[in-house]
C-alpha cells in the first residue's frame, strides 16, 4: 500500500521502472520548450530596447525551438504513458486470473471493472504530464525571476505575487478542503442510488418492510443534504479557487507590472510585463492538475492492494502419473469458519462421480478446490497423480476444466464462444459438441440473445472440446428439463467410459446421483459459511 508522502504504490511503480528513461527524456524536452519560449520574451524585450532584424530571427528561431519540443516531449511522454498503462492492464488482469476464489469473490463486479479501465486510465495525467509540469513549474519561473532582476531589480518581482498566492493556494488548501468535501459528497451520491433503487423496486420494498414510503424518504433526504453539500462546497471550495483563478489572469500580474514600471525605460516595462507571466503560465496548469494527480494517487493505491494479494500456488511439474482425482485430507475455511475439514475422497477415471449435499455443504467450494483455484490450508488434492499445487500455471487448464454453475457467455457468437475452449476446432465438432449438450442452434447465433438453459447448454459443451483429462461441472442440469437433464447425463456417461475422462459433477437430483459410478455426499459444517451456497 502507498504511503502518505508516495504519488504512486509501490508495485504500480514498478511497472513505471521501464518508462523512466523515456520519461526523463520527454521532461526534459518539456523544460527546454519552456526556456526557449523565455529565450524569444528574451528576445523580443532586447528587440524594444535596440531594433534590430537579427534579434526577430533568433526570437523566431526560439519560439521554433520551443514549439518542435513541446510537440516532441508530448508525443513522447504520452507514447510511454500508453505502453506503462498497458504494462498495468497486464499486471491486473494476470492478478485476476491467479486470484484464489475466495479473494477473488470479494471484489464485486464493477470495482474488477474499475480497476481496469478507470483507475488504470486516471494514472494518465500522473505519467504523462505531471514530471514535464512540475519541470516546467521549477525551471521556467526561476530563469524569469534571474533575468527580471538583471534587468528591472527587486521591485520587479512583485508581479509575481499573485502567481505565488494562486499556486500556494492550489498545492495546499483547495486540495485539503475538497478532498474533505469530495469524500462527504460521494457518501451522499452512494446514499441517493440506494434509495433510487429502492423507491424504483417499489413493490418488492413494500413486501419485504411494509413501508414503501420510507425509500421516498430516503431520497429526500439525501438529496436534501447532497444540495447543502454542494451549497457549502461553492463557499468553502468553489470560491477560494475563483479568487485563485482570477490571480492567475494576466490582469492581476499586468496591473502590478504597470505599477512597478510605468516611470521606467520601455524595455524594462516590457521585461516585467512578460516575465511576470513566467510563473502564472505554469501555475495556471495546476487547477485541474492537482485533482488529477488526487485521483490517481487514490486509483494507484487501490491497484497496488490487488497486485499485493496472494497469488495462487504453482510449481514446475511437468508429467502425470495416474489416472483421477485424489483428495486427502483436505480443510478449506471462508471467514474463519471451515467449510470443509479433513475431507478425502476418490474420482477414478473413465467413471462419473456425483457430488451431493445440502446447501452450504461447500460442493462448490471443493469443485474449486479440485481445479486448482482455491488452496486448501491443509491437505492435498492430486490430478492424475500429480499435486495440482505444483502444475504450471499454462498446465492447469489443460489438466481440469471447470464449468461453473449457470450460463455465462460472452457476448459473441456461440461458435467464437466455444473457440475459446477449443480454438482449432472445426464447424463440425462444435456443432457435435452442442448436440451433446442438446443444444441445436446455428453456430452464428448471437449467444447474448439465449435463453438461460440454453446459454447453461452452450457451457455444457465446452465439457465435449475439452482436452483436460479431467472434467468439472457445478450443477449442469440446473436449467434444464428432466428429459433434457437424463440424455445430457448419459453424454456424460459416454464421455467417461469411451475417452476416459474423469468427470466431477454436483447435483441436487438424487435421479441422476443414482446413475452415477460413484456419489460422494458432503455433510453441512457444523456452522454453515456465510456466503457459500453451494
Known sequence: MATKTSLLDPAVLRLLRPSLPALAVATAGTTLS??????????????????????????????????????????????????????????????????????????PTDRLRRLVTEDVAALHHMIAHLPAEAATLVAVPVCAVLLMLTLAGPASLLTLIPGVLAGTAYLTVI?????????????????????????ARGIHVFRSYGAANSALADYMDAARRFTTGMLDWVRRVATPAAVAVGLLQAASSYAIAYAVGFAREPAVLAAILLMGLALVTPALRLEHGLDYVAAGRVASTRIGELLAEPVLPHGNANAVSGPGILVDSI???????????????????????????????????????????????????????TDISTFPEAARPEAVLLIPQGGDVLPASIGENLRLTAPDADDQALTAALARAQLDLPLDTDAALLSGGERQRVSLARAFLAQAG??????????????????????????????????????HD?????RADHVHRLAPPATPEEGDDQ
Request: some cysteine; glycine content about 10%.
Open 510 to 514: 438424487p435421479r441422476l446421483a443414482l
Open 34 to 107: 519552456g526556456l526557449f519560449g523565455l529565450a524569444a520574451m528574451w528576445q523580443i524585450v532586447r528587440l524594444i530596447e535596440a531594433p534590430a532584424p537579427a534579434r526577430v530571427g533568433w526570437a523566431s528561431g526560439a519560439w521554433l525551438c520551443a514549439a518542435l519540443l513541446a510537440a516532441g516531449a508530448s508525443w513522447l511522454a504520452h507514447a510511454v504513458e500508453g505502453r506503462f498503462e498497458a504494462r498495468v492492464r497486464r499486471a491486473v488482469a494476470g492478478s485476476l486470473l491467479r486470484l484464489p476464489a475466495d479473494r477473488l469473490a470479494a471484489y
Open 470 to 507: 479431467a472434467i468439472l461441472l457445478d450443477e449442469p442440469t440446473s436449467a434444464l428439463d428432466d428429459a433434457t437433464a437424463t440424455r445430457f447425463w448419459g453424454e456424460l456417461e459416454e464421455l467417461a467410459r469411451a475417452e476416459g475422462k474423469t468427470v466431477v459433477a454436483v447435483t
Open 175 to 199: 486540495p485539503r478542503l475538497s478532498a474533505r468535501h469530495g469524500a462527504e459528497l460521494g457518501r451522499v451520491m452512494a446514499e441517493i442510488t440506494t434509495a433510487v433503487d429502492d423507491y
Open 331 to 385: 480443510v478449506v475455511s471462508a471467514g474463519g469458519r471451515r467449510i470443509l475439514d479433513g475431507l478425502s475422497l476418490t474420482a477414478p477415471a473413465s467413471a462419473v462421480t456425483a457430488v451431493t449435499g445440502p446447501s452450504g455443504a461447500g460442493k462448490s467450494t471443493l469443485l474449486r478446490v479440485l481445479a486448482g483455484l482455491q488452496p486448501p490450508l491443509s491437505g492435498i488434492v492430486r490430478v492424475a497423480g
